[in-house]
């Protein structure tokens, strides 16, 4: 059975898919047919359901119920794995934690990397009267704003661990400020895979997403050529950052903390969106 299989080529989403796509791990008569892009051209695609398996940010995720049902393997989840808000220069201490300066924030131009991604809904649950914002691929984010295009920026991904270097100044760290009030992990994204698909497939799919990841583990810290091949411009330490940051126990299996925390953010996606409805389809597979 060939299905398609969509995920970003950072070193998080790499690392999991490594074993799986080159035949490391068990395939059970499996193939797959992979196309690695920015997370948020796989959200677009998300709501097209143009994939049978993608990687997805959760608000995707949650606008593609109809469509897509979320595997127990393979998210990224955690404590202090949230987005980060940088400017050029240091702002007052309160308008970095969303205090008595709010509104000057409010006027500036936001750098976001995309529309549907979990920094953009943990940016607005910050500061949700910020209204000019400019979405972009996130990797174009840093020199947005050193170049003056944009005021701030929200960075995800490697550029966690290498703006600085550019003399660009943290903010606020948008994950803390979602853990601080609502008590719980921040769920950035997950795997997702068409409703279309029966439930003893997709159940199969998992099992080998885990076993891939677990071989991963046992491997790690080498980095597989895989791996570098798709962060050409990173070190091995920026790489291992990043695995290390985005990957973890959550990505094995979600578990009852995990899945919760999903439920959280899904629960607040509603509200400010207004959508009242009752789920009618389940979250989980």
Request: hydrophobic letters at 40%; a neutral charge; aromatic letters at 10%.
């Amino acid at each position: 059975m060939k299905l398609t299989l969509g995920f970003s080529p950072c070193p998080n989403d790499t690392f999991i898919f490594d074993a799986l796509i080159n035949k490391k791990t068990r395939s059970e008569g499996f193939q797959f047919e992979t196309v690695l892009e920015d997370v948020e051209t796989l959200n677009q695609w998300a709501l097209e359901g143009k994939l049978d398996i993608t990687k997805l940010s959760f608000p995707a995720f949650f606008q593609s119920l109809d469509k897509y049902v979320l595997l127990d393997a393979g998210s990224a989840l955690g404590k202090g794995v949230g987005p980060l808000l940088i400017s050029r220069s240091k702002f007052p201490a309160d308008t970095a934690q969303g205090k008595n300066e709010k509104p000057l924030l409010n006027e500036k131009t936001i750098a976001l990397p995309g529309i549907n991604t979990t920094a953009n809904l943990l940016f607005s649950f910050a500061y949700p009267e910020a209204r000019q914002k400019k979405f972009m691929i996130f990797s174009a984010i840093e020199d947005s704003v050193l170049n003056n295009e944009a005021d701030l920026g929200v960075i995800i991904h490697e550029n966690r661990f290498t703006y600085q270097q550019r003399g660009l100044h943290k903010l606020m760290d948008l994950g803390d400020y979602w853990e601080s009030k609502m008590k719980t992990p921040i769920p950035l994204g997950g795997i997702a895979i068409s409703r279309a698909i029966s439930k003893p497939i997709a159940l199969k799919i998992n099992v080998l997403i885990r076993a891939s990841l677990e071989y991963a583990f046992q491997n790690y810290p080498a980095i597989s050529a895989y791996v570098k091949q798709h962060s050409q411009s990173l070190s091995e330490e920026v790489m291992r950052q990043h695995i290390d940051l985005y990957v973890n126990s959550y990505s094995l299996a979600l578990g009852e903390e995990g899945r919760s925390a999903i439920k959280i953010l899904y629960d607040w996606y509603n509200k400010v969106n207004n959508k009242n409805d009752q789920v009618e389809k389940s979250l989980f597979l």
